[in-house]
């Protein structure tokens, strides 16, 4: 079968998929209790979503297969997508027909609006890849459904800060997500020998630190090796066990989000930005950015 990916924004995702109880700020941040039939035609192929988006079954089951991976999903689940994993959901054989789903959905570009420290979005974004689905506890559902509620109560009012509300709300969302999975992820680590050690993972721990405080200064693998008394290559094979990125992939995604964040929220030039991540010049990092994100720093700001 050809390798074709339907690519769905949220606007198309708010349009086609859900029907039922929706609150929204623009297509940016969407949040819908889902209580008829799910539509498993629209995903039944191999699809990607360009959003942040967590789905809370609360009654049926149905099988989701995220990055090659297939899970079985079913009443108290917990089902996480990122942009850029290739999902597709399709009915489950023990399915009765009803399908009812809790959904949040916030886009890149709202991401970067949020009150969040851009290296922990990063790491809770490789234990999503890492554990996409999990099985939330009594209480975790509670203190979520209170969220949910609380953001609902939000959205209605006529507030002249109702729009920073949401942020700081999504933001301690984010984190919550963030806290259940590293939780689980851990406690399956203590039960596992092929986990990375103790050691490696206070390593990467390190290595994220110094990426947050020196990605705009420094780009280099020798600067981060020399910076914890290890060689290039086995800081390399560390980051690459422990998160399954490169560590040249990871200092770049710190540089790009920092360059986007400054590109979006900020007056400065795009040479006074190419300076402030020490970039030799601005060609050079016209090329850097588009190399990572498919457009020019200055259509970036435009969109």
């Known amino acids: 079968m050809d390798k074709i990916y339907n690519n769905f924004s949220l606007s198309k995702v708010k349009e086609l998929f859900l029907k039922d109880e929706i609150v929204s700020i623009g297509d940016d941040f969407i949040m819908a209790r889902q209580t008829n039939d799910v539509d498993f035609e629209l995903l039944k192929f191999p699809s990607r979503i360009d959003g942040f988006v967590a789905a809370y079954c609360r009654k049926g089951r149905f099988k989701c297969t995220i990055n090659l991976t297939e899970y079985e999903i079913h009443d108290g689940m917990l089902a996480v997508n990122i942009p850029n994993n290739i999902i597709q959901l399709e009915p489950s054989d023990q399915n009765d027909g009803i399908v009812e789903l809790t959904i949040f959905a916030v886009s890149p570009k709202y991401m970067t609006t949020l009150s969040s420290d851009l290296g922990k979005i990063f790491v809770d974004a490789i234990n999503m890849l890492q554990s996409p689905i999990m099985e939330m506890g009594p209480e975790e559902v509670d203190i979520a459904m209170q969220y949910f509620q609380l953001i609902d109560n939000v959205i209605n009012t006529d507030s002249e800060y109702r729009n920073d509300s949401i942020s700081y709300l999504l933001t301690s969302v984010f984190y919550l997500i963030g806290g259940m999975l590293k939780k689980r992820l851990d406690a399956v680590d203590e039960n596992?020998?092929?986990?990375?050690?103790t050691r490696h993972k206070r390593v990467f721990e390190s290595f994220?630190?110094?990426?947050?405080?020196?990605?705009?200064k420094e780009r280099s693998m020798g600067f981060y090796a020399d910076k914890l008394c290890i060689t290039p290559k086995y800081l390399s094979i560390i980051v690459k066990k422990v998160s399954g990125f490169s560590a040249p992939d990871i200092i770049d995604k710190y540089v790009i989000l920092e360059a986007q964040h400054l590109l979006r929220h900020t007056d400065l030039s795009i040479k006074e930005i190419a300076d402030q991540l020490n970039f030799p010049n601005n060609s050079f990092f016209y090329k850097y950015f588009k190399a990572h994100t498919g457009c020019t720093p200055n259509s970036y700001r435009q969109k």
């Open 192 to 197: 596992d020998e092929k986990a990375p050690s």
């Open 208 to 216: 994220i630190e110094l990426v947050e405080k020196y990605h705009n």
